[in-house]
């Protein structure tokens, strides 16, 4: 804890963010927490700790029961689509509007930053919504009673099954949207990391390799992670308390 307080430890935050010409956020699953999208851990409570999470998050999984892995998407596609931007979304694009050079990571399929204000979000696992045939791989648009159908639909060009464009287990990430992030993290004079465990690989990585290149790194979380240990400061919250806090702070400075 800083000597003045939470208040204060945002204070010194704010302070670097308005100083510096570059700086990045890391998004995950706790961002979206407080909008009702369950986290990782929390979804461990339901559907995943009735299946194998790899039954539901790979391209075999989805071959071997496809109508069993595309209702637990449809499931999620629904809850986003029913959920509100949060707070802690809604500061961080007031962020990204304040500070020059800002970019915003997400380790989220949601579209909740986008829709609290973001801009250019880089998507590092993919997104619900950006379905492609998992055989040929085209893109495809889906009209809502698609997307909320009992069963994928079939690609016009191959009869594959239509998978949604989130990135699964055992899959890359996509190339040009991990440089993007690993430029952002090595230019970044600070680095907000947000509501994530740090357990997903690679992109526990991004706070280290920040870290390394000088940045003073942050963490924003309720409970201690992964990444604690490798976090300048700490803070111990939730984003949608205090990003706002912290928006508030730097834009009295920026203005
Ligand atoms: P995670 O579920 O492993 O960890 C969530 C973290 O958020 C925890 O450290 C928890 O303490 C913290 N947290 C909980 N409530 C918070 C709050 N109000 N404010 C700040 N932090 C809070 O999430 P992860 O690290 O993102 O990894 C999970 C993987 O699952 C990712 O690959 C992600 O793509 C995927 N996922 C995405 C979503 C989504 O798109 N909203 C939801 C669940 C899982
Ligand atoms: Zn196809």
């Given amino acids: 804890m800083h000597p003045a307080g939470p208040e204060g430890a945002l204070m010194v935050i704010a302070r670097r963010l308005a100083r510096a010409d570059a700086s990045v956020c890391l998004t995950g699953a706790g961002v979206s927490a407080e909008s009702g999208i369950p986290t990782f851990r929390d979804a461990a409570k339901g559907l995943w700790s009735r299946f194998d999470p790899e039954q539901l998050a790979s391209a075999d999984g989805f071959r071997n029961n496809p109508d069993l892995v595309?209702?637990?998407?449809?499931?999620?596609?629904?809850?986003?689509?029913?959920?509100?931007?949060?707070?802690?979304?809604?500061?961080?694009?007031?962020l990204a509007r304040s500070l020059d050079g800002f970019t915003t990571i997400t380790q989220n399929v949601d579209d909740l930053h986008e829709r609290a204000g973001s801009a250019d979000v880089v998507h590092l696992h993919g997104r619900l919504t950006a379905y492609r045939c998992l055989e040929c791989g085209t893109p495809v648009q889906l009209d809502l009673a698609q997307r909320l159908a009992a069963e994928p639909s079939v690609c016009a060009a191959c009869a594959g099954l239509i998978r949604p464009g989130?990135?699964?287990?055992?899959?890359?990430?996509?190339?040009?949207?991990?440089?993007r992030a690993c430029a952002a993290c090595q230019q970044a004079q600070v680095m907000l990391v947000v509501g994530t465990s740090g357990l997903v690989w690679p992109a526990a990585e991004l706070p280290l390799l920040a870290r390394r290149a000088g940045a003073h790194v942050v963490e924003v979380n309720?409970?201690?992670?992964?990444?604690?240990?490798?976090?300048d400061t700490c803070v111990r919250g939730r984003s949608g308390e205090v990003l706002p806090v912290l928006a508030d702070q730097v834009e009295r400075m920026v203005s």
């Fill in 222 to 231: 309720p409970e201690d992670t992964e990444l604690t240990g490798w976090a």
């Fill in 70 to 94: 595309w209702r637990w998407y449809r499931d999620r596609v629904k809850a986003v689509q029913d959920a509100q931007p949060n707070p802690g979304h809604v500061a961080l694009a007031r």
């Fill in 166 to 179: 989130v990135v699964w287990f055992g899959e890359l990430l996509d190339g040009g949207l991990w440089q």
